[in-house]
């Protein structure tokens, strides 16, 4: 076993200063609780990305089934297709509503998280 009662004092201090500044129960907890909003943050930020791709597909279907609907109402005059209009436009809205509500909720839940 080493013998460390030859170790100059002021080394023996520094190790001790350190331990103390990077291993107290304090400094972890603090570093836990950074490392948990962190991660919160981070679900937060993928729930939105998540929500903007549901909003662009959404959004891609249904300009696609407006287009396919005009193209039908103005070459036949069938009224079916003005119900398949307003669906498609109902449907753009709905998305833009829960797009805004998953948001929201996100940055709510964001808020009320301890820091640290």
């Not at 170790?7 to 107290?24: G, N």
């Not at 909003?55 to 005059?77: C, K, M, W, Y």
């Amino acid at each position: 076993m080493p013998d460390f009662n030859h170790l100059d004092p002021a080394i023996v201090d520094s190790i001790v200063q350190s331990q103390m500044a990077t291993m107290s129960p304090e400094v972890i907890a603090a570093g836990g609780a950074g490392k948990a909003y962190q991660d919160v943050a981070a679900a937060a930020a993928i729930a939105i990305q998540d929500a903007t791709d549901m909003l662009r597909n959404v959004s891609t279907i249904a300009t696609t089934a407006i287009g396919t609907a005009l193209a039908e109402l103005i070459a036949t005059g069938e009224p079916r297709a003005m119900e398949a209009l307003s669906a498609a436009q109902g449907t753009i809205r709905q998305a833009t509503e829960d797009y805004a509500r998953i948001c929201a909720a996100a940055a709510a839940m964001l808020k009320e998280f301890p820091q640290g």
